[in-house]
């Protein structure tokens, strides 16, 4: 579920998020006054206490006392939003579904009653890699990864599945108890484990580096649950000791149900925007197939590879500009400390999409066809005196090295190692990979039009997100979530084809 009743609220974490999901739904609320021109007023003659109920934020009407008081202040503007919402449910409609307990346990019945093909997703970040294959028809049965805010956001654009099996934590503690998440069987394991020690490859095996570990524990989760396929992803630079990994995959020999299982592996480096992805993203792809498919269905890895690359022949490639197109053009905040307020002039986390019926092809496909009435996201960084000088005058291509900034670069002395720490992004090329490390600065991804970087929610557009998925937590922490994902539109490309082989 998304809510916990405000009584069983444990922790500094859990009242964060609390406070969050309410401001979503009093934003949402305020958003679909806004959109319709009706007036954000609550009739007194409304109780919400039954609907307060439905959405899981109280269990009896003796905990009404704590909401106000956990609340404070914002309490009375989110009583009005519960009462607008009362008022106006056809109109509403199912905007607010996924803020509702009482919604998602629907939605999960629904899930289970789907004989879809099955997902177990390790790593699971804030949900890139699972939304593919959720759009290619799989049914998630198992999602897993350590960082809270990437929980968060997965549980809320996933509301099909079931909070016990969206587990915040170590993999280790799900490897060694798999039988308590898991009571069937799974076609497809996927993830992408970090590995950080194959710099050290030609003096041991990646898998008995220390470092890593989490890699070593998703080949044990692959050996417990025995998927038909397995699809593993991670970074180019992980070439070096590809060869290691199938050795690893290839010598499992897992004895279940009388029949002993194998693996045979494949790998190979796939760009993204060969999936119509508006960006240049390489990413190393394995994919493991069980010895028994491989001999039922007279596939290899290496063929799905090749099948991979045949239907991506067909897709449509895109560029930034088709990203930045059809939203709204944001200033920077010159204050610091402001990138969580909501501004008119630098953004909102949800704004009313003025954009919506625009015939925009690349967002038409990431969003799925949907017409979508909200934006989630769309705040531009501070930016200080000299990155907006910088900023201003660098033209796309341009980098640290430029003479036009010689004398303003703070790091000038650094070049030789950060000549791309600052970068204006060419707006009619693909853009360059998305990274992470946005969360630290976006000086690499400098608009290329606006003085100011890409906002959270233009970099989700380049991964190929679409625009009503909604990055929890702080500002900061959006572009690390948005950095880490796997493109949507790149891991549907891939589940297109291994599908073929399932069922």
Known sequence: MIF???SQIDGKTEKSFFLEQINVYTRLVQCFCEKNNIEFVGSTDINIENELKEIGIINESSELKELKSLLGENYDCFETAVKVAISNKPLVGDLLDKLYNSKRKEMQKEAAKKNNMTLVDFFCGAGGLSLGFLQEGFNVKLANDIEDVCIQTYKYNHPELPSNKLIQGDIKQIVDHIEEYIDQEIDIVVGGPPCQGF??????????????KLYKYFIQAVEKIVPKFVVMENVKGMLKVANQVVEDYESLRIRKNGKVYSYKVAYQVLNSQNFSVAQ?????IYIAIRNDVIKEKKITPQKIFEQIEESCKENKQYILQDALNDIKALDAPRVK????????TTGKKIDVNAYENNDNAYLKLINNGKNISYVYNHKARYVSDVNYEIYDKLNPGDDATDEKIADIMPYAHRNHCFKDKYYKLHADRPCRTITAHLRMDCHSHIHPTQVRALTPREAARVQSFPDDYLFWGAYLKTYMQVGNAVPPMMARG?????KRYLG
């Not at 891939?494 to 291994?498: E, L, P, R, V």
């Open 199 to 212: 710099s050290e490859a030609n003096r041991q095996r990646v898998i008995d580096d220390p470092r890593n």
């Open 494 to 498: 891939i589940a297109a084809i291994i």
């Open 280 to 284: 240049s993203r390489e990413r190393l």
């Open 337 to 344: 400390n402001v990138n969580e307020i909501d501004s008119e």
């Open 4 to 6: 916990k009743a405000v």
